[in-house]
């Protein structure tokens, strides 16, 4: 079993960055691939980026690469989603969710967070 709750969320203005935290309660977190799932107004929830559980591999949706970072940190249960160049497009409801598989599809997570909203204002 694990807890997610993410942190981090808030109004943004169009370019500006944000780092988005998912603190992770369980002795086995380790073992996790960690994704970042986003849903905004009126939209399916998409896939956003994941990390292995080891942190060796990382995918990212085409629509965040080059602006938008994860990483992790086995040691103190945390995953983070480092945003930068932050678009209106952006505007949603961030996730994180988390899996003992390594996908990119929200079915295939059988843990998440509440969410954390963030708005980029244009």
């Known amino acids: 079993q694990v807890q997610l709750v993410e942190s981090g969320g808030g109004l943004v203005q169009a370019g500006g960055s944000l780092r988005l935290s998912c603190a992770a309660s369980?002795?086995?977190?380790?073992?996790?691939?960690m994704g970042w799932f986003r849903q905004g107004p009126g939209k399916e929830r998409e896939f956003v980026a994941v990390?292995?559980?080891?942190?060796?591999?990382?995918v990212y949706a085409d629509s965040v690469k080059g602006r938008f970072t994860i990483s992790r940190d086995n040691a103190k249960n945390t995953v983070l989603l480092q945003m930068n160049s932050l678009k209106p497009e952006d505007t949603a409801v961030y996730y994180c969710a988390a899996d003992t598989t390594y996908g990119v599809t929200a079915s295939g997570y059988a843990y998440w967070g509440q969410g954390t909203q963030v708005p980029v204002s244009s």
């Open positions: 369980g002795r086995t977190f380790s073992s996790y691939a």
């Open positions: 990390m292995s559980w080891n942190g060796y591999s990382t």
